[in-house]
């Protein structure tokens, strides 16, 4: 396989030199930066990432802010997720949706301030969206990309490490919720959140000075938990049903379609109208394959006898189940327990629906 040509358009995150130091055999580019994709490989990363605790450069998780009197009018806007009772330390996972009511993002989003909102991007060309629908509506509000870098601290020995860099109180934050930790004689946004089923942390840096230090921080204070760089893994994401835009969605799936529509709680938004007239014939479901399960870079066709019923949109091989685990955006007519065939480009593959994802 061949590498992935680095040049000045391919955003450096300000751990790049200690990810590439710390072994990282590959990456992969998410909103125009680098993200690193595997280190001793997916499932080494993955055992581990379930045993012991990893650091993440998801710097590429970029915050787009949106400040001033109307922030919140504007933001309530952009999703049909009821915003109006969020905790001043408690972050949401907003699906933001176009006219149609198609996906264009999945961020989670929380407010660092009063009238300030910071939407942390999946993979997208969100940011030009928002500052549209501001400028088009005369939003008194200004959006631009913040100078913030995420860092994720990911697995079962998160709350040790975390709590010895940031101290006990950070192992009272709940799922979801954020808070201000003493570092280095400042303070550092951590939220207990992360792409992962693994539990952990993000830490939203907003100085690039701090940034070293907090990663030497994590990994000498963590020696002895046998903390490792990782990144988001594919295999474990997949076991847990995160989405990934890009892979798993894209603007022509509505949130119903993509298993978010716990998340449309009102319709008075864009894409509201839509959404409230929706009906939608297909859902992202579980699949297990058997294997070799290839890379999945391409959409796989799914079939039963001669009728094609959905595509496999992303897959990879699961060590601790034994099995194949993909997800796959299937017609609503087929149920789970459906014995199917998903077509790679090495072949076909037996499969079977699954109504729940591994964990
Ligand atoms: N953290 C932050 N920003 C992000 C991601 C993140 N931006 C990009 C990407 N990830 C956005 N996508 C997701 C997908 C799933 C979740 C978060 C962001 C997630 N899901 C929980 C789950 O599936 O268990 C449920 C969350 C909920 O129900 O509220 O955490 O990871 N900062």
């Given at each position: 396989?061949?590498?992935?040509?680095?040049?000045?358009?391919?955003?450096?995150?300000?751990?790049?030199?200690?990810?590439?130091?710390?072994?990282?055999?590959?990456?992969?580019?998410?909103?125009?930066?680098?993200?690193?994709?595997?280190?001793?490989?997916?499932?080494?990363?993955?055992?581990?990432l379930?045993?012991?605790?990893?650091?993440?450069?998801?710097?590429?998780?970029?915050?787009?802010?949106?400040?001033?009197?109307?922030?919140?009018?504007?933001?309530?806007?952009?999703?049909?997720?009821?915003?109006?009772?969020?905790?001043?330390?408690?972050c949401?996972?907003?699906?933001?949706?176009?006219?149609?009511?198609?996906?264009?993002?999945?961020?989670?989003?929380?407010?660092?301030?009063?009238?300030?909102?910071?939407?942390?991007?999946?993979?997208?060309?969100l940011?030009?969206?928002?500052?549209?629908?501001?400028?088009?509506?005369?939003?008194?509000v200004?959006?631009?990309?913040?100078?913030?870098?995420?860092?994720?601290?990911?697995?079962?020995?998160?709350?040790?490490?975390?709590?010895?860099?940031?101290?006990?109180?950070?192992?009272?934050?709940?799922?979801?919720?954020?808070?201000?930790?003493?570092?280095?004689?400042?303070?550092?946004?951590?939220?207990?959140s992360?792409?992962?089923?693994q539990?952990?942390?993000?830490?939203?840096?907003?100085?690039?000075?701090?940034?070293?230090?907090?990663?030497?921080?994590l990994?000498?204070?963590?020696?002895?938990?046998?903390?490792?760089?990782?990144?988001?893994?594919?295999?474990?994401?997949?076991?847990?049903?995160?989405?990934?835009?890009?892979?798993?969605?894209?603007?022509?799936?509505?949130?119903?379609?993509?298993?978010?529509?716990?998340?449309?709680?009102?319709?008075?938004?864009?894409?509201?109208?839509?959404?409230?007239?929706?009906?939608?014939?297909?859902?992202?479901?579980?699949?297990?394959?058997?294997?070799?399960?290839?890379?999945?870079?391409?959409?796989?066709?799914?079939?039963?006898?001669?009728?094609?019923?959905?595509?496999?949109?992303?897959?990879?091989?699961?060590?601790?189940?034994?099995?194949?685990?993909?997800?796959?955006?299937?017609?609503r007519?087929?149920?789970?327990?459906?014995?199917?065939?998903?077509?790679?480009q090495?072949?076909?593959?037996?499969?079977?629906?699954?109504?729940?994802?591994?964990?």
């Amino acid at each position: 396989m061949s590498a992935l040509a680095r040049s000045n358009r391919v955003r450096r995150t300000w751990w790049t030199s200690a990810v590439d130091a710390a072994g990282c055999s590959a990456y992969t580019v998410y909103n125009r930066m680098m993200l690193p994709a595997a280190f001793a490989g997916t499932d080494v990363d993955a055992a581990h990432l379930k045993r012991a605790v990893q650091v993440w450069d998801v710097a590429c998780e970029r915050q787009v802010e949106i400040t001033g009197p109307d922030a919140d009018t504007l933001m309530q806007m952009l999703t049909p997720r009821d915003l109006s009772a969020i905790k001043p330390d408690q972050c949401m996972y907003v699906p933001i949706c176009n006219r149609s009511g198609g996906m264009l993002n999945d961020p989670v989003a929380f407010k660092p301030r009063p009238d300030t909102w910071w939407v942390s991007l999946a993979d997208g060309e969100l940011r030009l969206w928002i500052e549209g629908m501001a400028e088009a509506g005369g939003y008194g509000v200004t959006v631009f990309e913040a100078d913030v870098q995420p860092l994720a601290i990911q697995g079962p020995k998160s709350d040790e490490l975390a709590a010895r860099v940031f101290g006990d109180a950070v192992r009272d934050l709940r799922f979801f919720r954020w808070g201000r930790f003493p570092f280095r004689g400042t303070e550092m946004i951590v939220s207990r959140s992360g792409y992962s089923k693994q539990g952990g942390f993000e830490i939203y840096v907003e100085r690039q000075e701090l940034a070293a230090p907090l990663w030497n921080a994590l990994f000498d204070a963590g020696a002895d938990l046998d903390v490792r760089a990782g990144c988001p893994n594919l295999v474990e994401r997949i076991e847990g049903g995160m989405l990934s835009y890009g892979n798993d969605m894209s603007d022509v799936d509505t949130p119903f379609e993509v298993g978010l529509d716990k998340y449309v709680q009102r319709f008075d938004c864009i894409g509201g109208a839509a959404l409230e007239a929706h009906v939608s014939d297909r859902r992202l479901m579980a699949v297990e394959m058997e294997g070799p399960v290839p890379v999945c870079d391409r959409a796989w066709p799914i079939t039963e006898g001669d009728t094609r019923l959905g595509v496999v949109t992303s897959a990879a091989w699961s060590q601790e189940f034994g099995c194949g685990v993909a997800i796959g955006m299937i017609d609503r007519r087929w149920d789970a327990g459906t014995e199917v065939v998903v077509h790679t480009q090495d072949g076909p593959k037996r499969a079977r629906l699954r109504e729940t994802f591994w964990r």
